[in-house]
């Protein structure tokens, strides 16, 4: 499988460990940094992998950062991106089955190697459910015309 991965220096170490344990399982993974602990900017590293699976260059994408919030929101901001942040594998699960998630968002400080390597596993094995579920995940990407309120 191609998988992308990117975090924030939070989350470096995590980083270089599940990508080292994904290229081991046989897949071809993309490191798109940072590639140091030094501080940097969350957002630029969850737009660069958002574009790259938005792409098509990846089937799968993973997102790390302090706590998976701040980049789980810049790669959603990306229409062609539904990023779910995961602690346990059931959450990676359904994000997979119900949500078509195709990037997973895990916390480097809340969520510790063993369980980042379960919600990765699950996430990676479970298809996409479709039927009532595709039609949902269509106004993901395409959103109704919002309303500002007079």
Do not use: Q
């Not at 990508?19 to 501080?39: F, I």
């Not at 938005?54 to 959603?76: E, H, P, Q, W, Y």
């Amino acid at each position: 499988m191609r998988l992308a991965i990117a975090s924030d220096h939070a989350a470096f170490a995590l980083k270089d460990e599940l990508a080292a344990w994904l290229r081991n399982a046989g897949h071809d993974v993309a490191d798109l940094g940072p590639d140091g602990d030094a501080s940097v900017d969350y957002p630029d590293y969850g737009y660069a992998l958002a574009a790259h699976v938005a792409a098509g260059k990846a089937d799968f994408g993973i997102a790390l950062c302090g706590s998976g919030i701040g980049i789980s929101i810049a790669v959603n901001r990306h229409p062609g991106c539904r990023a779910a942040l995961v602690s346990e594998p059931l959450s990676a699960r359904l994000a997979r089955e119900h949500n078509d998630a195709n990037i997973i968002a895990l916390g480097a400080r809340l969520t510790g190697g063993d369980m980042a390597r379960a919600c990765i596993e699950t996430f990676l094995a479970i298809p996409f459910a479709g039927d009532r579920h595709a039609r949902r995940v269509g106004k993901l990407s395409h959103p109704p015309a919002l309303e500002t309120p007079a």
